[in-house]
Each structure stands twice: as structure tokens, then as C-alpha cells.
């Protein structure tokens, strides 16, 4: 490995933290060069005082709406990974289903609250379950995409050597679709965080979603985006932590980060 290569490799994994840096630091310029008002956008700096100052009120509500979010994921996982291979082993079921999973991914999310409200009750519940509906999705096309292209003629070569279907589904067809599995993960965990503060700004009385309503309602625009950090901090921690799981186990599909 040369120095430049060394180089280059060291800058791109920095690169997220310089981008980050430089947009707080533009941020900071703007809101206090042109004498933003705090009550319309907040500069980094009244947020990170925020931060400090209701730190043990933020850390309780994301600590629930961490939770609560691992939830509903969780139970997305079970049902997204079930339900797509479900339609990506059988040909009749990814036409007959896909299309109504697709209709009813383009309903908005939120909509459902109320409802989840009547059955449930304001609480736990319909945070988990709007966190869950708007993140299965992803984990469902993916995991169904993985069986479905999986090569006609490889499945022929391994049924003539005796292989059943079950057997090219399970041993062939899922490994090779844990590449799509990660890439589905990363996508829907951000998405299982909307869902949850979503949810927590209708239908709790804790959580971000509820200190957001709370602190907007109060003028606290600094408290407010406090919580917003909090959540993309969040998001992001889980995102990266399955970046790494994916690159620990499906090396073999990412040939240009090996020697990451």
C-alpha cells in the first residue's frame, strides 16, 4: 500500500466528520453573522446550550423513543424478512402480493395514528407500531428482490445435481441476499425513528416526538432542535453500526472495502 493510497483512505474515512464540522461551523457563521433570531433558528451554539442545560430531560425521552423504536424494528424485521421470502420464493405470490404491499407502502404513516390511537390507547403502542409499519418495507423488497434475481441457470445447475428448492432457497438464495438484507436495514432504521417521534408528537406523553411538540409550543427552538440532533444522532449511531456488521459478514460482495 502506497502513502498516497494511505492518504487517500484516511481522508474519505474522515470525510463525514470534516463535512459535519464545516456545516456547523457555516451554521454558526450565518445564524450570527446576519443575527438570526433564536426563536426562528437556533445556532449550534444555543442548541449545544440546550443540550447542557435540559440534558437529563432530553437523555429520558430518548431513551424511550430509542426503545420504543428498537421495537417496532425489531418486529419489522421478523415480518419484513418472513413476508419476503415469502414472495421472493414463489413467483405467483411476488405477483399477486407485491403490488398490494406497494399500494399500501404509499399510504402515509402518519394517517394511521389516530387510528392506532382508538385500538391502543396514547402510549407505547402506536409509537411501536407506526415505527413498524413504515420500516418493514424496505427489508420485505429487499429480502423478496435477493430470491427473486437469484440466476435462473444456477438454480438449473443445482436441481440437476439433486439440490431442491428449499435447498437453493435457504443455502443459495438467502446468503446471497444478506447484501441487500444490510443495505434494507440501514434504510429502514432511519425510517423507524420517524415513525416512533411521529407517532410520540400525536399520541405520548414522553419522547422526542412529545418534546418537540412541547418545546415548540413553549418558543424553546433550541430545545426543540436538541431533540432533533438527539434523533439524528441516533439514526445515525444504529446506520453505522450495521455498516459494520455488513462489512464483517458480507466482505465477499464488497471486493472495494476490503482493507477497509
Known sequence: ???????????????????????VLIWQLLCSGLGVSEFIFPSPWSIAQALGEHGRTIAGHAWRTFWVTMAGFGLSIVVGVLLGFLIGSSRVAYTAVYPLMTAFNALPKAAFVPILVVWFGI?????????????????????ATGLATLEPELE???RVLGARRWDVLVKVGLPRSMPYFYGSLKVAITLAFVGTT????????????????????SMQMGLAFAGLVVVGAMAMAMYEL???????????????????
Do not use: C, K
Open 198 to 217: 411521529v407517532s410520540e408528537m400525536t399520541a405520548a406523553n414522553e419522547g422526542i416526538g412529545y418534546l418537540l411538540i412541547s418545546a415548540g409550543s
Open 123 to 143: 402510549g407505547v403502542g402506536p409509537a411501536v407500531l407506526t415505527a413498524f409499519l413504515i420500516s418493514f418495507f424496505p427489508i420485505m423488497v429487499n429480502i
Open 156 to 158: 438449473d445447475v443445482l
Open 242 to 260: 450495521f455498516s459494520v456488521v455488513e462489512r464483517r459478514t458480507t466482505g465477499w460482495a464488497h471486493r472495494g472495502s476490503q482493507g477497509h
Open 1 to 23: 500500500m502506497t502513502m498516497s493510497t494511505s492518504r487517500a483512505r484516511r481522508l474519505e474515512q474522515a470525510s463525514p466528520w470534516i463535512l459535519l464540522v464545516a456545516t
